[in-house]
């Protein structure tokens, strides 16, 4: 999505009257932007957009209440909403709002449903994170550099699309229709950053031994750990590619790609056909 996209979308969703002299706050990256509204009046009607410009959306209730439709609000509500779709939320008076817009793409992968109707978040320690996250940056705005946009842009995708996996986990009839290893893919998606995630904590996340899950991947052709390099491996071949962060080094990109350290990238790098890192940053 072009740079200014994932802001122009506030107005295009919510109309004037939310992100007019209601807008209190926005922070704005590249593939991200979280808003802080004080909401003047009790309803917002989210209008549907073209389907070219997907966009996923988290709105919460930092202060006051929040429903999805006719119920009534509640406190410190969330609510999961695309761009394809429309819905209504009711707000209490004088309700302070808090959303979350991010590129549809930077956070859905082809394991999640990349619609998901407009539905309300239950109040997890994810959800929560989230929340709490995005209502520190839209009030309490610090001075942005580089790094840190990029490190606050990699926080906030990851966590909503923890979210997302979480809302995935809890619809029981969706969830478990779907393959393990097809769940197995998602959890690693989620934890690819974190150097620490290996085959026992993504056994222990699918209630699996580590041998019934080695098994599942060797009926692929393939193997957990070589599954998990391939991920932190495009997510490192992205960072490298990416001139926003030609300031990171190395050693850092490896770190936040989830490997333990360069020459580690570069092994996974080499093991998907990828050039090496100097040669990534040349494009």
């Not at 991200?32 to 919460?60: E, G, I, K, N, Y």
Request: charged share 20%; aromatic share 4%; glycine share 6%.
């Amino acid at each position: 999505m072009p740079n200014g996209a994932l802001r122009r979308a506030l107005t295009a969703h919510l109309g004037p009257e939310a992100t007019g002299h209601g807008l209190i706050g926005v922070q704005e990256y590249r593939t991200a932007v979280v808003s802080a509204h004080r909401v003047r009046t009790p309803t917002w009607r989210w209008s549907a957009q073209p389907a070219d410009r997907p966009l996923t959306a988290v709105v919460f209730a930092s202060e006051g209440g929040l429903a999805l439709g006719e119920t009534s609000p509640t406190r410190r509500a969330g609510v999961l909403l695309h761009n394809t779709h429309t819905a209504l939320l009711r707000w209490t008076a004088d309700a302070l709002a808090t959303v979350v817009w991010l590129d549809t793409d930077s956070v859905i992968d082809t394991s999640v449903p990349p619609a998901p109707q407009p539905v309300e978040l239950s109040r997890t320690a994810l959800a929560t994170g989230l929340h709490g996250f995005a209502e520190s940056i839209a009030q309490r705005p610090e001075v942005q550099t580089r790094v840190s946009d990029y490190v606050v842009e990699r926080l906030l995708v990851e966590m909503a699309y923890g979210v997302l996996l979480e809302h995935r986990e809890t619809d029981a009839a969706g969830f478990h229709a779907v393959r393990p290893m097809h769940r197995a893919r998602m959890l690693m998606l989620l934890n690819r950053a974190d150097p620490e995630y290996g085959l026992q904590e993504l056994a222990r996340d699918l209630h699996l031994s580590t041998r019934h899950l080695q098994r599942l991947f060797a009926k692929e052709g393939t193997s957990p750990a070589a599954e998990l390099r391939n991920v932190r491996a495009e997510l490192a071949l992205s960072l490298l590619r990416d001139p926003q962060y030609d300031v990171l080094t190395t050693s850092q990109i490896a770190t936040h790609a989830g490997f333990t350290n360069a020459a580690a990238m570069r092994r996974g790098l080499h093991a998907i056909g990828a050039p090496t890192p100097q040669a990534a940053r040349a494009r």
